[in-house]
DNA sequence: GTAATTTCTTGTCATTTGTCAAGTAGTTTT
DNA sequence: AAAACTACTTGACAAATGACAAGAAATTAC
């Protein structure tokens, strides 16, 4: 038996659907463990999978026109993966997304989740409640950006997500907040002050 | 007769199925028109319109913490214009939407989309198209955050919708990319230089 | 366990953007 | 047409952040 309570508990988080329903759904996902430092989508590919994260820490970057990597997003445990773009317009990705440290994660195909769309009407719901996420998660980093300083950006990030600190190294995250490595190393050193 | 064949269109546009499909859901849709300065989405209400904007230019703001607006988007003519997590969430908006300029639009209700979103299969794919159109489209303006200067993102402005600096004020493509006017102002007089 | 590599910090100085205040130009109101 | 208002620009200076280089600390590889 798959041992998916997690993922399952998520789907029903996301989406208020019967214990069944969840459960169906849940069972179209495929287990998956990922080694550290594993590149799970490259650029230039289409995203074929659509993932669920039970454990471990993801980023996804781009490369800039000098060719330095730009941390774009950060990914924690219990949130899906997937490249929007590439996923649902079937495109190749503009991204790259590889796992920071150790990652188990439950999985499925783009052509069979498609069927388990439109054939479950409770899978749709969930479907769409992720994209509403996704999209409000992108809305609010964006808004961020534009009333708010760096500092407070590293401290909003601090106290809504200090795991993410302890397993991600500080240069991902100066990149994710849209500043450098150094001037984060200078932001935590004023707020230890404080 | 309703003379919505611009609205078919951009249906037609974002995902593509039969004529008779896209007049079905376009079919569900009314006309509404608005004069400029119109508040037509108040901080605190929930979002019930799903409109499509067919000419005129509007944009959403929030207020920061020293009461300054802040324009969080600017809609252009042949665009959706929702508050995505309170029509969707069903949730108080944070945001107001008033219009610019005085704007033609064709809406529909939550109720009645919901219902035409399990009817319909079209429909759904529309509906799932225009979130996603709108998920990439903040986390381009994420991205464009954090790898961009100011003068880069208003260039990029200018290039991509120079309709809009023609339309609306300074202040709100200033605010929209995250300085302040006096800042764009001087970016402005920098380009004309070069 | 030592060497190699990566991560993080710090110093100095440059650049970008903000703040505030004043002024000009354009638009709307009466 | 004058007055009031709004939009935009500009100047002087301040604050935030970047660039680059060097070094310290931590982690990984051998």
Redesign the pocket.
């Given at each position: 038996m798959k041992n998916n309570h997690l993922l399952i508990q998520f789907i029903k988080n996301t989406y208020p659907i019967s214990d069944y329903a969840a459960a169906l759904i849940a069972d179209n996902f495929e287990r998956i463990t990922y080694t550290?430092?594993t590149l799970m989508l490259k650029e230039g590919k289409i995203n074929s999978d659509y993932l669920y994260l039970e454990s471990g820490y993801m980023r996804s970057y781009v490369l800039d026109t000098e060719g330095n990597e730009v941390t774009t997003n950060i990914f924690k445990p219990n949130q899906m993966v997937f490249e929007v773009a590439s996923y649902f317009q079937r495109k190749p990705s503009k991204e790259n997304i590889e796992t920071i440290t150790e990652c188990t994660a439950w999985g499925g195909k783009y052509e069979s989740f498609q069927k388990l769309f439109h054939s479950l009407p409770e899978f749709r719901e969930f479907g769409r409640a992720v994209l509403v996420k996704g999209f409000i998660s992108f809305k609010e980093r964006t808004i961020s950006m534009i009333t708010?300083?760096?500092?407070?950006?590293y401290e909003k990030l601090l106290s809504e997500s200090p795991d993410i600190l302890q397993y991600?190294?500080?240069?991902?995250?100066?990149s994710y907040l849209?500043?450098?490595?150094?001037?984060?190393?200078?932001?935590?050193?004023d707020f230890l002050r404080k």
């Open positions: 550290k430092h708010e300083k760096a500092e407070q950006r991600v190294p500080l240069k991902y995250i100066a849209g500043i450098t490595d150094s001037s984060l190393s200078r932001l935590r050193k």
